[in-house]
């Protein structure tokens, strides 16, 4: 059994899709055992609550430094010994002692066809907003292994999604979510779990 801890900064819809996920049966063999936040209003920690999680936050506010947050965060992840950690819209800059600590085993999500519309400063609406302003015709999401870069670790799983003419940041970001987002991030959580991804990328 996959054992995995989930990261995430805000509502949690990617956080739902993998607990859909998994009492749906289309994620195999892992369970969410840790919701990590940084924000304490999240509401990502009432989905985990609901699914009988435990929802814990930490915040980098509350450390006299970054160091400190960071030492705190890597104890708490491995309080838990995880196999999988996910990262889920977690606004956050991962330690990077933690990515050395868990080499492939730190996935991310993100909103766009990855090299497009990624690296510092692309997250959230603005992912969406370049997009529209670029005037591409697809854009999508990325699973990917996190490395000490940004957006820059090896794809798992990719899945375009149209653009549509009338589109504004919003609908398309929402549009990519449950099109893309929310299908392609449960599938890798369940290819890692049932060996069909090992660390390095997929399986042929």
Same mark, same amino acid.
């Given at each position: ?13 990617? @956080?739902?899709?993998?607990? $859909? ?5 289309? !994620?195999?063999? %892992?369970?969410?055992? #840790?919701? =990590? ?35 705190? @965060?890597?104890?708490?992840? $491995? ?5 999988? !950690?996910?990262? %889920?819209?977690?606004? #956050?800059? =991962? ?54 870069? #940004? ?36 599938k890798a959580i369940d290819m890692i779990a049932n060996g069909e991804i090992y660390p390095g990328?997929?399986?042929d």
């Amino acid at each position: 059994m996959l054992r995995v801890g989930v990261l995430v900064s805000g509502g949690g819809t990617n @956080l739902q899709a993998i607990f $859909d996920g998994i009492s749906q049966g289309t !994620i195999r063999n %892992a369970k969410v055992e #840790v919701v =990590i936040s940084n924000n304490a209003s999240a509401y990502a920690l009432e989905r985990a609550k609901n699914h009988g999680v435990e929802a814990l936050c930490l915040s980098p506010k509350a450390y006299e430094s970054r160091e400190a947050f960071n030492r705190a @965060l890597l104890e708490k992840i $491995d309080a838990y010994h995880l196999d999988l !950690i996910v990262l %889920a819209g977690f606004l #956050v800059t =991962i330690p990077a002692e933690m990515i050395r600590t868990y080499p492939n085993r730190i996935i991310n999500i993100h909103p766009s066809l990855i090299p497009s519309f990624c690296g510092v400063g692309y997250y959230g609406l603005k992912v969406h907003e370049a997009a529209l302003a670029r005037g591409v015709k697809l854009t999508g999401a990325t699973v990917h292994f996190v490395d000490e870069g #940004v957006d820059s670790g090896p794809i798992l799983l990719q899945k375009a999604v149209e653009v549509q003419p009338q589109d504004t940041p919003k609908t398309l970001q929402q549009r990519v979510m449950e099109q893309a987002e929310w299908v392609i991030l449960p599938k890798a959580i369940d290819m890692i779990a049932n060996g069909e991804i090992y660390p390095g990328g997929r399986k042929d």
